[in-house]
T-cell receptor, first 114, second 115 residues
């Protein structure tokens, strides 16, 4: 049981490039989400999904796309990277997304946009 | 103004000290309160969870919620060097509707416990 895994661990992009951050979980969790963590800002929700085929926007969705074709995977796409997207990105999952459940976080992807 | 405010520290204490970490919030709809611990270059992990007002104790950790003052605290007794980490408070309103499962985090407090 690997929990929540994220790839890559670290990535450098140039402004305007696109990339996909991968997230997978093997706990059969319905709820998955993406956060970004910036100094002095805590974690902020980007997008979330309550099941395959269902996604919704969080607090800071601009510049990011998501889709959920399987229960296990929830990739985050940057279509045209900007320096403001330099951050540490965390994927999280929980069983069904109700507030009382524990959310399990992945180890993070550090992204630097030049 | 942020919905959740947390003193970023850093906080440095000697081993064995009692540590007090705090958050204030402005959204009276928050009902669920959590503390996460995050070691350097790792993802956050849930440490304590409380619903509504009151205290909850788990070993050396005690979480307190005062909804009338919109103030939550985490106390660590007999602090250890292994407690050195960033501590994040997080909150959520009732499950359901647009608040479904979403957490609002504080900025995190960096704690160092030195031997």
């Amino acid at each position: 049981n690997a929990g929540v895994t994220q790839t890559p661990k670290f990535q450098v992009l140039k402004t305007g490039q696109s990339m996909t951050l991968q997230c997978a979980q093997d706990m059969n969790h319905e709820y998955m989400s993406w956060y970004r963590q910036d100094p002095g800002m805590g974690l902020r929700l980007i997008h979330y999904s309550v099941g395959a085929g269902i996604t919704d926007q969080g607090e800071v969705p601009n510049g990011y796309n998501v889709s959920r074709s399987t229960t296990e995977d929830f990739p985050l796409r940057l279509l045209s990277a900007a320096p403001s997207q330099t951050s540490v990105y965390f994927c999280a999952s929980s069983l069904s997304g109700t507030t009382s459940e524990t959310q399990y976080f992945g180890p993070g992807t550090r992204l630097l946009v030049l | 103004q942020k919905e959740v405010e947390q003193d970023p520290g850093p906080l440095s204490v000697p081993e064995g000290a009692i540590v007090s970490l705090n958050c204030t919030y402005s959204n009276s709809a928050f009902q669920y309160f959590m503390w996460y611990r995050q070691y350097s270059r790792k993802g956050p992990e849930l440490l304590m969870y409380t619903y509504s007002s009151g205290n909850k104790e788990d070993g050396r950790f005690t979480a307190q919620v005062d909804k009338s003052s919109k103030y939550i605290s985490l106390f660590i007794r007999d602090s250890q060097p292994s407690d050195s980490a960033t501590y994040l408070c997080a909150m959520s309103a009732n499950a359901g509707g647009t608040s479904y499962g979403k957490l609002t985090f504080g900025q995190g407090t960096i704690l160092t416990v030195h031997p």
